[in-house]
């Protein structure tokens, strides 16, 4: 996914994203025709494609979109981010292929469409390997599988896959450690090597005795459901994105709960919450980005050694509840791409922080609260920065009260990327108005 970086923080407006329930949507924003071949071996669902276009297809009954929040004077630009498809938390079943799980078979599904799965089975892996143009839909339908060493679903190859739950309850687990498959490393119970959306209006269970709740190696954008995850390493990780519009998550992870990383692209790396409701207990961090953090809505607690953790953390709105024993917030140099900055311009921000040598907003950069009302009980250090600190607008409340400045914090050390910034705008220094660069 292409993501525009915006220089204009501090100096936006919320605006509303809303898709309303339609009658009528174009294919694009629904699905390809399918049909399907199966064998008594292995299940293999094809359909014949038709390209996404302009053309209308019926559906009959009112279809259920997600809506969200965005900032307009994010750090991300993300009026693109979500399609309408994504946004369809009830695809249209008219033509879907339905397929059934069995105990020690593969559902192979090799050509675009929407597949419609349920059932019960021990050892049975859903895997999509299709065209790299194909946009597969996989709905489940009052699933559960519990897997020895090998992903639920494994995406192998798509442009994008859609795990959408109906009105239904389902669980994946994963009960010992992952196998490889081949070169490739599986190392989650929904592991996908293309994008990634989850949607819905059902719930879905998700335990790694051993390993992740959800990989993508490339983008993964979440619109809704309802997701409980249980996780020995992360329990929710992508290289290049996450972005989250909707969705009630209950996660308890032994490493971190949102994790967003690629090794190879230092640009990338980022996760855009504009949505949904987290209860995050993790042994690491609550969310961790590589780049930036943004926060636009949504409801988020967290139980961590840190809260929220990116080389730049804008939070703009929603509510965030952190209890951390180490930092609360942490704008740390994990990105050339940006400057170090933990930023505030809206939103309702509660820190407790345990004793010992802690900070409740920690930046190896600056700090810029210029909004939004930020509430920390912190034993040891309230604010700690390297570069400078700014009180703007907002409030700011520290051992229950208010105060008129941002205490001094520990001067000196490493300042980060970028250097000599002004208002908490810029990346390596520059500031944009308007424009941005390319994730």
Known sequence: MAMLLSGA?????????????????????TQEETSAETTQEETTAKEESSEESSSSTKIEAQAVSASYSAYSGGILETEDVFTDRDLLQTPDLSEA?????????????????????????????????????????????????TNADFPAIYVVSADKCFVTTTDSENSLNVTGSFTSDGDTSTDAVIFSKDDLVLSGTGSLEITSNYGNGISCKDDLKITGGAYTITSAEDAVEANDSIAVCGGDFTIAADKDGLHCENDEDNSVGWIWIAGGSFNITAGSDGIQATTGLQIDDGQITVS???????????????????????????????SSYMDVVAEFNGGEITIVMGQGD???????GS?????????????????????????????????????????????????????GMTGGSGFGGESFSGHGRHM
Request: net charge negative.
């Open 304 to 334: 961590a050694s840190e809260g929220l953790e990116a080389t730049y953390v804008q939070v703009n709105g929603g509510t965030v509840d952190i209890s951390a024993s180490d930092d609360g917030i942490n704008a740390t140099s994990k």
């Open 367 to 419: 700090i810029y609260v210029n909004g939004g009302t930020l509430d920390i009980t912190a034993y040891t250090s309230s604010f700690d920065y390297d570069y400078t600190a700014q009180l703007n607008g907002g409030t700011v409340i520290i051992n229950g009260s208010q105060v008129s400045e941002i205490p001094a914090g520990m001067m000196g050390g490493g300042m980060g990327f970028g250097g």
């Open 358 to 364: 802690t900070d409740a907003v920690d930046s190896n």
């Open 97 to 145: 292929q339905y397929l059934t799980a069995s105990d020690g078979e593969t559902l192979s599904i090799t050509e675009a469409g929407i597949y419609v799965i349920s059932g019960s089975a021990e050892d049975c892996t859903i895997r999509v390997e299709a065209a790299d143009d194909a946009k597969v839909q996989l709905v489940l339908d009052g699933v559960s599988i």
């Open 9 to 29: 923080a501090g100096c936006g407006e919320q605006k509303s994203v809303s898709t309303t329930p339609v009658a009528e949507t174009s294919a694009e924003e």
